[in-house]
């Protein structure tokens, strides 16, 4: 079963964890470390024979453009993660749709390449939140995958769908990967809980998905595989969030990725350049899904 592997390409300072010690105003003069750690998994990648989706952040995008082809030549699918990684619902309608303009304007300039997956910073388009998905739609956009339907103080949307589904305006959202059990939606989609948690309980829990006929959807960053990034002066809660777990992050992608196979979002849901189609398996397992 072919599953997406997908990659939001920011640095360590672009996170919400980090927001009260690196302000948007002082980005420009923060030690800029994604390009390496990008580079470590694109190589890492290449070994492995393994395709993702990278998200790119428009303002990486913007000051590292041959990371960005580098990437799409090395065969990965370009897709956007926002100019200025702000959660959606603390923006106007006019300014998410100025941010996301400007973010897919640089990433296809710099890629040569049209982008039509979106992913939104820390998951942030909610539950009734149907403004955003429309103006992907307009701006061009085939799917999101900007839902993670867990508990969480950031992105709290437990009761969102935790399967593929299309909105009213024609947009696939493809959620997170999630372990449902004893009517709970537990994350195992990777991110922080890839580095913290156990790694049986991540590893079974994705079996378990998988066994079940899921497609699953996995994320990681690439300053998670950076352990010597520099150790910001935030809160005992920020700090767990961000550094914990590594040291050992790059082994466990490697073991996850040597366990299933994975490739592009486009790939592993059969999205197309001419408008969002599923695969026979899947358009039977999310038939009527649409809301």
């Not at 990965?76 to 304007?105: G, M």
Request: proline fraction near 4%.
């Amino acid at each position: 079963m072919l599953n997406a592997l997908t990659i939001d390409v920011e640095d360590y300072f672009h996170t919400e964890a980090m927001a009260c010690a690196a302000p948007r105003t002082e980005w420009a003069g923060m030690e800029l470390r994604v390009e390496r750690s990008t580079w470590r998994l694109l190589e890492l990648l290449d070994r492995h024979k393994v395709h993702s989706t990278m998200f790119f952040l428009g303002w990486v995008a913007e000051r590292c453009p041959e990371l960005v082809k580098a990437a799409a030549d090395h065969g990965h699918e370009i897709a956007c993660h926002s100019y200025w990684h702000r959660p959606v619902y603390r923006l106007t309608q006019d300014e998410f749709r100025e941010d996301t303009r400007r973010a897919k304007d640089v990433i296809e300039s710099s890629s040569g390449r049209r982008v039509t997956g979106y992913r939104a910073p820390s998951f942030s388009i909610l539950s009734g939140m149907n403004w955003a998905r429309e103006i992907l739609t307009e701006e061009g956009f085939l799917y999101s995958s900007s839902s993670h339907p867990i508990r969480h103080d950031l992105y709290n949307d437990p009761r969102a769908s935790r399967l593929p589904y299309q909105s009213s305006c024609g947009l696939w959202e493809l959620p997170i990967t999630t372990w449902r059990i004893l009517g709970r939606n537990l994350p195992v989609g990777g991110g922080a809980y890839l580095r913290i948690l156990p790694l049986q309980y991540v590893l079974g829990g994705l079996q378990r998905v998988a066994a079940s006929g899921e497609a699953m959807m996995v994320y990681l960053h690439p300053w998670e595989i950076d352990h010597c990034q520099p150790e910001l002066q935030v809160g005992l809660k920020s700090r767990m969030r961000q550094y914990i777990g590594l040291k050992g992050m790059e082994r466990r992608l490697e073991m996850l990725i040597e366990r299933h196979s994975f490739d592009t979002v486009a790939r592993a849901y059969s999205i197309h350049q001419d408008g969002a189609q599923y695969g026979s398996r899947v358009t039977h397992e999310f038939a009527g899904a649409c809301v």
